[in-house]
């Protein structure tokens, strides 16, 4: 019997490139995923036209369906569909698929090989990656403290391409406490510490020029949460 796998799309004031974004998405599934897919838009807070063209197109496409929610936050949005919605591949992936969609099949095999979570990664061996030098540095500052707090193994842990099952839905989400770009490190981190499987996969990406991302406020918070999140396991 086929797996049921859940596409979620986080999106805030994204009226520009969401239609454009999810009809590739579409394509893409119904040519290369034999598995029940479906793929959900999560508006969170949203200011522009993009509930409205999310209803829109949930009235032309079956498989796709959009909630609401009124409080921003990417890890909260991801949180309240995971949580509030069943399947048995939990995914998403960033609205300006700056991780090409090609990669989404080796995602959803991955989880069927029976791994508890799979996560893109910028940083292997046969990923290919562009982006600008400055934010490259960041980042790769921001996975080696990481590394010296937890000792971890994974390579990327800001990437919006992942997925996750069913233990992790019910054993790991609900201790994540963080609603915005930080979910992701906490969700890798307690699952790592739990003993869960966990599978890195290349991708190829490429970094969004116009995101809305502001980068420096965004890992400057990474780091504050990072080691408020350090502290907190320490006293632990």
């Known amino acids: 019997m086929n797996k049921k796998i859940l596409l979620v799309i ?15 998405l579409e394509n893409y599934l119904t040519e290369n995923i034999i598995e029940d897919w479906i793929i959900i838009i999560a508006n969170n807070a949203s200011t522009d036209k993009t509930k409205e063209i999310a209803e ?13 929610l009124a409080e921003k936050g990417r890890g909260n949005a991801l949180k309240y569909v995971w949580t509030n919605f069943k399947a048995d ?3 998403y992936c960033d609205v300006d698929l700056a991780t090409d969609i090609s990669n989404l099949k080796n995602l959803f095999d991955s989880m069927l090989e029976g791994n508890n979570i799979v996560i893109g990664s910028r940083y292997l061996k046969d990923s290919k990656t562009k982006r600008a030098i400055g934010r490259l540095i960041l980042s790769k500052v921001y996975i ?5 707090f937890f000792k971890t193994k994974l390579n990327d842990f800001q990437c919006g391409f992942k997925a ?3 233990k992790i839905v019910k054993e790991v989400l609900p201790l994540v406490q963080d ?3 930080f979910f992701d490190t906490e969700l890798l981190l307690l699952a790592e510490k739990g003993g ?6 290349p991708v190829k990406w490429q970094e969004n020029q116009e995101t809305k991302v502001k980068f420096i406020k965004t890992i400057l918070q990474y780091l504050k949460n990072l080691i408020k999140y350090k502290l907190n396991n320490d006293k632990k």
């Open 10 to 24: 986080p999106v805030y004031n994204e009226k520009k490139i969401l239609v454009e974004s999810i009809k590739k």
């Open 56 to 68: 829109e197109l949930t009235k032309k496409h079956s498989k796709i369906k959009a909630i609401h």
């Open 89 to 91: 591949i939990y995914a």
């Open 144 to 148: 080696f403290l990481i590394k010296i």
């Open 164 to 166: 996750i099952d069913n």
């Open 179 to 181: 609603k915005e770009w």
């Open 196 to 201: 869960y499987k966990i599978k890195e996969i």
